[in-house]
């Protein structure tokens, strides 16, 4: 087993994945008989093994030069990745745009907290700028982070615009004592723009889509009016103080909410879930972008393709995670797959996918987008959105106050319901209701 993992390890993950429980049942029978009797001390060899063959896997890699060069065999490897386990690394080619982010951001974090503190996140009402550690939770647990959040820019939304998703738009803050940390970002998210929309293309191939057949999830109107919703963080994780808190979490359990999402990181702790067991994510370098799939990428593909869980454990390391998102009035429904398109993930595999409790997807992606930095936030919707209430399955409402502040021509009210304030917004061409 072992010598087949070195051989071909993107292979044989899911298998080795799958058959852990019956290897370590069967280790710990004659491991403990091997060490005198002692079951203890047989669990801990049998663990430590095992976690030792989890690090020695390595997601799929693949390069997109040969995308470029030979796009059939790249979509056909694209597939296999994204079908069976969602997570995929790609060498980009371009490494010193990456060094050049990663070095800007070491420096912003390095800057005392006072000035980090300049470009506070809870002043912006797109939940935009600095976040100190534990300010951000997933899943009810805080995060042991510090992070910037930005976004495309754009001028100030309203302060009570509807639909909710309209306030996701505005601009970005920057430090003043840092102005290259917006030059290198900058660079660092056009880079990744561009190579989102080549492994779009690529997913399109992959799963014997016409070529751009995926193209109105991220741009729309006429004349194109709407443009990709990308999102992008810089995130800077602490090393534990002690043996007991190495063993934390720096961000917990969770599934992107968007399309796709590309990671430079300069260190280890990332873990993917797959076949019912956590495996690490080394970092390969600046170089190597990790990739993962999100909600709207498993919606739009019936299944087809994982929008998989993952975790960070607390380690010291910097990342920078960019998510490739439709445009926020895009409505996701699956598309039909040809019959060519076969489905080789094993039941079992699926039935073990671990999903976040109470995390009803919805299929309008602004909406989506809005509901999962809502239930992050709880500040920032105290301070700037106290209008909207979010709900413990993730849907997010209105009150009366909203109606009376929306100045946008777009919508017209059509109803008003008491005495739960409910609010029925129409689009002037009736395309769109929320």
């Known amino acids: 087993l072992t010598a087949r993992l070195l051989v071909s390890p993107k292979v044989v993950v899911p298998i080795v994945v799958a058959a852990q429980r019956d290897f370590k049942a069967g280790c710990l029978a004659g491991g403990s008989r091997a060490l005198g009797g002692s079951r203890a001390k047989a669990y801990r060899f049998v663990e430590a093994f095992w976690q030792s063959l989890l690090h020695a896997m390595r997601l799929p890699l693949l390069d997109i030069s040969k995308w470029r060069a030979n796009p059939v065999a790249f979509a056909t490897e694209l597939r296999t990745a994204a079908h069976t386990i969602g997570f995929f690394q790609?060498?980009?080619?371009?490494?010193?745009?990456?060094?050049?982010?990663l070095d800007a951001c070491h420096a912003f974090f390095a800057l005392p907290l006072h000035q980090k503190r300049e470009i506070d996140y809870r002043a912006s009402p797109a939940f935009r700028g600095f976040?100190?550690?534990?300010?951000?939770?997933?899943?009810?647990?805080?995060?042991?982070?510090?992070?910037?959040e930005i976004g495309a820019e754009a001028p100030p939304a309203?302060?009570?615009?509807?639909?909710?998703?309209?306030?996701?738009?505005?601009?970005?803050?920057?430090?003043?004592?840092?102005?290259?940390?917006?030059?290198?970002?900058?660079?660092?998210?056009?880079?990744?723009?561009?190579?989102?929309?080549?492994?779009?293309?690529?997913?399109?191939?992959?799963?014997?889509?016409?070529?751009?057949?995926?193209?109105?999830?991220?741009?729309?109107?006429?004349?194109?009016?709407?443009?990709?919703?990308?999102?992008?963080?810089?995130?800077?994780?602490?090393?534990?103080?002690?043996?007991?808190?190495?063993?934390?979490?720096?961000?917990?359990?969770?599934?992107?909410?968007?399309?796709?999402?590309?990671?430079?990181?300069?260190?280890?702790?990332?873990?993917?879930?797959?076949g019912g067991e956590w495996i690490d994510v080394p970092s390969?370098?600046?170089?190597?972008?990790?990739?993962?799939?999100?909600?709207?990428?498993?919606?739009?593909?019936?299944?087809?393709?994982?929008?998989?869980?993952?975790?960070?454990?607390?380690?010291?390391?910097?990342?920078?995670?960019?998510?490739?998102?439709?445009?926020?009035?895009?409505?996701?429904?699956?598309?039909?797959?040809?019959?060519?398109?076969?489905?080789?993930?094993?039941?079992?595999?699926?039935?073990?996918?671990?999903?976040a409790r109470a995390n009803r997807h919805l299929t309008q992606y602004g909406m989506n987008a809005f509901k999962s930095l809502a239930?992050?936030?709880?500040?920032?919707?105290?301070?700037?959105?106290?209008?909207?209430?979010?709900?413990?399955?993730?849907?997010?409402?209105?009150?009366?106050?909203?109606?009376?502040?929306?100045t946008t021509s777009r919508y017209t009210v059509q109803f008003v319901g008491n005495p739960a304030y409910s609010v029925l917004l129409v689009e002037r061409d009736f395309s769109e209701v929320w």
């Open 158 to 274: 309203h302060p009570r615009a509807l639909p909710p998703y309209e306030r996701l738009r505005g601009p970005n803050q920057w430090p003043p004592h840092l102005p290259t940390l917006r030059s290198a970002l900058d660079a660092y998210a056009t880079h990744m723009l561009g190579l989102s929309r080549e492994l779009t293309a690529a997913l399109c191939m992959a799963l014997h889509l016409p070529e751009g057949a995926l193209a109105k999830l991220f741009v729309g109107g006429v004349p194109p009016q709407w443009q990709p919703h990308w999102q992008m963080k810089a995130v800077h994780y602490s090393p534990a103080e002690d043996d007991i808190e190495s063993a934390s979490l720096g961000v917990g359990a969770h599934s992107d909410s968007g399309f796709l999402t590309l990671v430079v990181q300069d260190a280890d702790g990332l873990q993917v879930h797959t």
């Open 284 to 355: 390969e370098g600046p170089d190597v972008v990790v990739c993962n799939l999100g909600e709207v990428a498993e919606m739009v593909s019936g299944g087809f393709l994982l929008a998989t869980p993952h975790r960070v454990l607390r380690r010291k390391r910097l990342s920078l995670p960019f998510f490739y998102n439709p445009h926020l009035s895009a409505h996701v429904q699956p598309v039909a797959l040809s019959a060519d398109v076969q489905w080789q993930r094993p039941e079992k595999h699926t039935a073990s996918h671990w999903r």
């Open 375 to 406: 239930r992050s936030h709880p500040e920032v919707m105290r301070r700037h959105h106290p209008d909207l209430e979010v709900h413990a399955d993730g849907q997010v409402t209105a009150g009366m106050s909203s109606v009376f502040d929306c």
């Open 131 to 148: 976040m100190e550690e534990g300010m951000e939770n997933t899943q009810g647990a805080p995060d042991m982070r510090e992070q910037i």
């Open 90 to 101: 790609v060498r980009h080619g371009v490494p010193q745009v990456a060094t050049d982010a």
